[in-house]
Nanobody, 119 residues
């Protein structure tokens, strides 16, 4: 059963912007109780963490490769997670995944959305 659904990926030129969204596909999923994060996996590479945000939104972390260009946020009313990506580079090309993690370690993943940065 897929609990998370990502959207907003696509093809963009270098220097462009995209906004990814993640929400729950399961009725009754307590989206707001989880710490959330964005990960990405490029062809031939391991999945890597991009950004994460705590349950309350007060703690945010970014990987060095996206710091200053990407912004993670969550809307507790809409029960959505966002990733604003600016100044995109070809090396940002990857499948981007949303992850939710409960306090007991239970983890849910989305199926991913493709982001391609190319001229």
């Amino acid at each position: 059963q897929v609990h998370l659904v990502e959207s907003g990926g696509g093809l963009v030129q270098p220097g462009g912007s995209l906004r990814l969204s993640c929400s729950s596909s399961v009725s009754g999923f307590s989206f707001n109780r989880y710490a959330l994060g964005w990960f990405r996996q490029a062809p031939g590479k391991e999945r890597e963490g991009v950004a994460c945000i705590s349950r309350g939104g007060g703690t945010i972390q970014y990987s060095d490769s996206v710091k200053g260009r990407f912004t993670i946020s969550r809307d507790r009313t809409l029960k959505k997670l966002f990733l604003q990506m600016n100044s995109l580079k070809p090396e940002d090309t990857a499948v981007y995944y949303c992850k939710a993690r409960d306090l007991d370690g239970t983890t849910y993943w989305g199926q991913g959305t493709q982001v391609t940065v190319s001229s």
